[in-house]
């Protein structure tokens, strides 16, 4: 089966680093997708890999390794309207997007 | 600005009663998904629009049906809510040209309520 995993909940403070783990197990790989979703509204989109290494946009970062079958979101100087999920989601073989359940992300002051 | 419009934001309905959400879009995206989002879940994928060719997803019950008259809309149809189907209807769209990235763009959502 196909199969995305992340941590279910993590705690920062305001100001500091956090980094986010998914591992996947799927058929094939197309591609890999952070999404932030604060809570009651819909995901928007932050990130895209496809190649190994490291992608940086802003204070957001995402890490993609192949072989390992593992990506990372690292968010840098944590404000408070960072608290959402982070959803990580993979596009297998067929282009079908597999979702993980996400990690929704505590920002304390 | 080019968007994803989701109608109504809130549904409430009562047990049996059908249900009608819309979405529209101005992206010109060739792709319009429908995904079911329960709480602290991932979004689950109902079906999903390619062009004119419409793909259901195996799992999706027969409950849910979904239309799309023409490019710019799209429409989820609940024929007989149960309280399992409580949750938060996201619809996306997506341009799809060959291979590369598939990024959705999501409307805000249509929380369903069944009393």
């Known amino acids: 089966g196909q199969n995305i995993d992340q941590p279910t909940e993590m705690t920062a403070t305001e100001g500091a680093i956090v980094q986010i783990n998914c591992t996947y197990q799927?058929?094939?790989?197309?591609?890999l997708f952070w999404y932030q979703q604060h809570a009651g509204e819909a995901p928007t989109f932050l990130s895209y890999n496809v190649l190994d290494g490291l992608e940086e946009k802003g204070r957001f970062s995402s890490f993609l390794s192949r072989s390992k079958g593992y990506s990372y979101l690292l968010l840098k100087e944590l404000q408070m309207k960072d608290s959402a999920s982070y959803l990580c989601v993979v596009m297998d073989s067929n282009y079908q997007l597999i979702w993980g359940a996400g990690t929704k992300l505590i920002i304390k002051p | 600005d080019a968007m994803v419009i989701q109608n109504p934001r809130y549904q409430v309905t009562q047990f049996g009663k059908p249900v009608t959400l819309s979405c529209s879009q101005t992206l010109n995206h060739n792709v319009m998904y429908w995904y079911q989002q329960k709480s602290s879940q991932a979004p689950k994928l109902l079906f999903h629009?390619?062009?004119?060719?419409?793909?259901n997803e195996a799992d999706t019950p027969d409950n849910f049906q979904s239309r799309r008259p023409n490019t710019s809309f799209c429409f989820l149809d609940i024929r007989s809510p149960g309280l399992g189907d409580a949750a938060m209807y996201l619809c996306?769209?997506?341009?799809?040209?060959?291979?590369?990235?598939?990024?959705?763009?999501f409307g805000a959502g249509s929380r369903l309520t069944v009393l």
């Open positions: 629009y390619y062009d004119k060719d419409f793909n």
């Open positions: 996306a769209t997506s341009r799809i040209q060959g291979s590369g990235a598939n990024v959705l763009t």
């Open positions: 799927t058929s094939g790989f197309n591609g």
